[in-house]
């Protein structure tokens, strides 16, 4: 079945910190991979997204994620975080060929990061 | 920016009764979903809407669920007989169907059934 999974619930950091939070997904095919935030109150935003060509993709904030096609893989990372970027973030798969099919989410990770 | 826009942000319901969540999509976008989120759970898919029909939909969503855009602008998702269990963030999306491919989301309504 297919399935994401994030390894980190719940992440405290301080201020200038850096940030890598896990995802993985069930099994390979062809992806397109998103990080989604959530600030308090806030609509759920793209980070960023893979479609295709340089495994490396860079978002917005600083943030970029590196997919690991041979681990089903596509870690978050930050090299210095700052207390703004306390949120949920959600990594999301969409799996095939089309554009438009549904999201599976993995369950989110809590980062909170002290001034 | 445009966005996408739900009513209510926060309804209480009593068990069994029927309620209905609406969506704003943004304007020029053709593809509409929903999404539940049950507290400390993950974002679940619901269902997907194309063309005024629906193109995919998961196991959640029963016989109890119906999705309906009666005009040109709202998406509905109605519940018909509401359980316990249907306590969740519901959240709408959409997109254009192109480039940039990204899925949209609302900020969700909260409903509580009692």
């Known amino acids: 079945a297919q399935s994401v999974s994030q390894h980190n619930h719940h992440v405290i950091l301080s201020e200038a910190a850096s940030l890598e939070l896990g995802c993985n997904y069930s099994?390979?095919?062809?992806?397109?991979l998103f990080w989604y935030v959530q600030y308090p109150g806030q609509h759920l935003q793209l980070l960023l997204k893979y479609f295709s060509g340089d495994p490396l993709v860079k978002g917005i904030k600083g943030f970029e994620a590196e997919f690991i096609k041979s681990k089903f893989s596509f870690n978050l990372r930050k090299p210095s975080v700052q207390w703004s970027d306390t949120a949920e973030y959600f990594c999301a798969v969409r799996w095939g060929s089309g554009n438009t099919g549904k999201l599976i989410f993995g369950q989110g990770t809590t980062l909170q990061v002290k001034p | 920016e445009p966005e996408v826009t739900q009513t209510p942000s926060h309804q209480v319901t009593q068990m069994g009764q029927e309620v209905i969540l609406r969506c704003v999509p943004i304007s020029n976008h053709l593809y509409f979903y929903w999404y539940r989120q049950i507290l400390g759970q993950k974002v679940e898919f619901l269902v997907s809407?194309?063309?005024?029909?629906?193109?995919?939909k998961s196991e959640i969503f029963d016989d109890q669920f119906s999705v309906e855009r009666p005009d040109g602008s709202n998406f509905t998702l109605k519940i018909r007989s509401t359980k316990l269990e249907d306590s969740a963030m519901y959240f709408c999306?959409?997109?254009?169907?192109?480039?940039?491919?990204?899925?949209?989301f609302g900020p969700g309504t909260r409903l509580t059934v009692t």
């Open positions: 809407f194309y063309n005024n029909e629906i193109s995919e």
């Open positions: 099994y390979g095919g062809t992806v397109n």
């Open positions: 999306a959409s997109s254009t169907g192109g480039s940039p491919y990204e899925q949209y």
